[in-house]
């Protein structure tokens, strides 16, 4: 079937604006896990998802960050007053048993 | 934060030689994972080996996990051109279906 999709692929904002990130996971996958990449670092983790509760969102910076997934499949993470220091590559990733899938990732680019 | 560091940062080597690639953690893990990312098809699960293996094989690769060190290798045999690419480790902590934590990552350049 098919894989992690993630839209939009390139989200330039302005700073200050809110954006939503959405992550479609591979079907029948109950985890769910987003993470931020910044240019020439590892994914650093936000949250994790298990079914529709967030198991773990120790790594979500600050509180402009949320993210949500009402019916335990696809997943939104919401930044609200984006600053400069937000752009990043945020990927998506969902797991049925340890091994997790990457989808292609959100540029996002706060100007 | 990040937990692992990889050893080299860059490695760049001739289509045909053996890669090696080093990952130190710090803290205790349940599984410890490899990943290849490329701008083309983006970061890619590789293998994972858990914290009470100590080594494992999947064609060409072969990864060996020493907890005691906190530490784990890759080995590319046989490099490709196809295997040019940043890997990074990822360490999984608690019951494994944690997040995972990943490093700075090796960037791998094989000349044809």
């Known amino acids: 079937g098919a894989g992690v999709s993630q839209t939009p692929s390139n989200k330039v904002t302005e700073k200050g604006k809110y954006v939503e990130l959405r992550c479609d996971p591979i079907?029948?996958?109950?985890?769910l896990y987003w993470y931020r990449q910044s240019l020439g670092q590892g994914p650093e983790f936000l949250i994790y998802?298990?079914?529709?509760?967030?198991?773990?969102d120790s790594g979500l910076p600050n509180d402009r960050f949320f993210a949500v997934r009402p019916e335990g499949s696809v997943s939104t993470l919401k930044i609200q007053r984006t600053e400069r220091g937000d752009s990043a590559v945020y990927l998506c990733?969902?797991?049925?048993?340890?091994?997790?899938?990457f989808g292609p990732g959100t540029r996002l680019t706060v100007l | 934060s990040q937990q692992g560091e990889e050893d080299p940062q860059a490695l760049s080597i001739q289509e045909g030689e053996n890669a090696t690639m080093n990952c130190s953690y710090k803290t205790s893990i349940n599984n410890l994972q490899w990943y290849r990312q490329n701008s083309g098809r983006g970061l890619v699960h590789l293998i994972l080996?858990?914290?009470?293996?100590r080594e494992k094989h999947s064609g060409r690769l072969r990864v060996t996990l020493d907890t005691s060190k906190k530490s784990s290798s890759l080995l590319i045999t046989a490099s490709r051109a196809a295997d040019t690419a940043s890997y990074f480790c990822?360490?999984?902590?608690?019951?494994?279906?944690?997040?995972?934590?990943f490093g700075k990552g090796t960037h791998l350049i094989i000349q044809p």
């Open positions: 998802f298990q079914g529709t509760g967030a198991a773990d």
């Open positions: 990822a360490t999984v902590a608690g019951g494994g279906a944690d997040g995972l934590t």
């Open positions: 080996i858990r914290s009470n293996e």
């Open positions: 079907s029948g996958h109950t985890a």
């Open positions: 990733a969902s797991s049925s048993r340890g091994e997790q899938f």
